[in-house]
């Protein structure tokens, strides 16, 4: 399975998918005018991806912001790929004085009950 790499700008993250080694990173700000049409290269590659998942997947964001609209996408990522299996690594990085991000990565881990590692840079 290829790799999905797509470079950041002012309005969306980077994203960075190894379905190979079951790792999905995404970084950075996330606010684009539409974010189904932005997002949806990344629902492409998780549906491919569950054809042949790896034995272990990890998850990585590190926000510096994000809309409303990106929270749900947030939530429909991760729960896309906890289907896959019982455990789903989560690693939400956050700055130090970055409290919202760090509360909105609690938040998520408490609603969807899921191990999600909280991590201050």
Known sequence: ???LFIK??????EIYFDGNNGFFSISGKSYPENVNVFYKPIF???D???QNPSE???VEFNW???N?????IIIKIILSLKDLRNEVDINWYY???FELIADKGKEIKEILELNLNLIEL
């Open 64 to 66: 510096l912001y994000y």
């Open 56 to 58: 272990k997947i990890v």
């Open 44 to 46: 492409e590659y998780i």
């Open 68 to 72: 409303t609209a990106t929270s749900k």
């Open 8 to 13: 950041s700008n002012k309005e969306t993250p």
């Open 1 to 3: 399975m290829e790799k």
């Open 95 to 97: 700055k130090k004085d």
């Open 48 to 50: 491919l991806y569950k």
